[in-house]
Nanobody
Framework: QLHLVESGGGLVQPGGSLTLSCGAS????????VVWFRQAPGKEREGVSC???????QYEDSVKGRFTISRDNAKNTVYLQMNSLKPEDSAVYYC???????????????????WGQGTQVTVSS
């Protein structure tokens, strides 16, 4: 079992930055791929970025060059550094995790087993 908790959301002006954290408990994150999803009102949930157990990252096209995903297994935490934020980045951001084996790549728009409750990100002036 894996319990995930997101933090770090908030209100930021366009062009600003936020760092989201996804903390895990009850099990080490070392053997999990972690995915950040987001869902804006009236829109479908979309995968934003994912990171494999060996820290190989993938990004959705609209966030490439602006978002950086990373993991600190010692802290059992995955981060999403978001720079140059735009109003269209506003959404509830969720982290999710899936047990993977070996050096399997992560999947941005898969169906992970474990989910956090989400954190709101609002980009507005």
């Amino acid at each position: 079992q894996l319990h995930l908790v997101e933090s770090g959301g908030g209100l930021v002006q366009p062009g600003g930055s936020l760092t989201l954290s996804c903390g895990a408990s009850e099990s080490p994150l070392d053997y999990y791929a972690v995915v950040w999803f987001r869902q804006a009102p009236g829109k479908e949930r979309e995968g934003v970025s994912c990171i494999s157990s060996s820290s190989k990252a993938q990004y959705e096209d609209s966030v490439k060059g602006r978002f950086t995903i990373s993991r600190d297994n010692a802290k059992n935490t995955v981060y999403l550094q978001m720079n140059s934020l735009k109003p269209e980045d506003s959404a509830v951001y969720y982290c999710a995790a899936e047990r993977i084996f070996g050096d399997a790549p992560c999947v941005i728009n898969g169906a992970p087993t474990f989910w956090g409750q989400g954190t709101q990100v609002t980009v507005s002036s």
